[in-house]
């Protein structure tokens, strides 16, 4: 019996490795950032270059790698404004066995420093997002896993999804729409302050987890 438990025990130790082996980042070949006047950096530590980001058409395509944050320090936003693009994966879970995100990066300020601070809202193809802010550590706005929603367009592993997303900061709420519909509020006190976003002015851009390939077209700021 005592070999028996010590065996399951060891099995049981095993799990969380190869789990984390199956989701491990895989680098991108010819990878950087290729867009004009953009600038990136790879969580982790990781080299950018294990990434890739392009101009492709009238937009953008991202494929990681590292989960990556785009912006150009041209962008810049203050005061209430929304933050759009539209995200098409070609084909969902391309990279992975499982949905990773993407989606609009707000806020950002001391970017691709250690001290660097912004907001992101990001959709899932399997109809879900995540809302989190970067601060001295990550912080999650709606919950430690995506949360499903009606208005966010899913697919099958294997086909084409698009979903519009749009970051809001108006008076003292920053939202986050899919397809026109919010799915998120939070309070601005939620968002800015100590150990979190030093302001919701600053920098906006783009934002994928790993292993993730998607087509960003549409991307602009307005005033509200």
């Not at 600053?202 to 993730?212: D, F, I, K």
């Amino acid at each position: 019996m005592r070999r028996v438990l010590m065996s399951v025990a060891v099995a049981l130790l095993a799990v969380p490795a190869i789990v984390a082996a199956q989701d491990d980042a895989k680098a991108v070949a010819d990878g950087g950032v290729k867009a004009p006047g953009w600038q990136g950096t790879a969580d982790g530590g990781a080299a950018i270059t294990t990434a890739k980001f392009a101009t492709m058409g009238n937009g953008y395509h991202i494929t990681t790698g590292p989960a990556a944050t785009y912006w150009n320090p041209a962008n810049k936003a203050s005061g209430d404004y929304t933050v759009k693009a539209t995200f098409n994966e070609p084909k969902f879970q391309n990279l992975n066995d499982h949905p990773h995100p993407y989606g609009i990066m707000i806020g950002g300020n001391d970017m691709g420093t250690p001290n660097a601070t912004y907001f992101y809202c990001a959709v899932q193809g399997n109809g879900a997002f995540i809302a989190r802010g970067m601060g001295p550590a990550p912080f999650q706005l709606n919950g430690r896993r995506a949360q499903p929603n009606p208005a966010i367009h899913s697919a099958a592993v294997g086909q084409p999804v698009s979903n519009e997303v749009a970051v809001s900061v108006k008076g003292d709420k920053v939202e986050c729409s899919i397809n026109g519909t919010v799915v998120g509020s939070y309070d601005k006190a939620m968002v800015v302050g100590a150990g979190k976003l030093k302001s919701t002015d600053g920098v906006y851009g783009l934002r994928s987890a790993h292993n993730t390939e998607v087509h960003v077209a549409g991307l602009t700021m307005t005033k509200n």
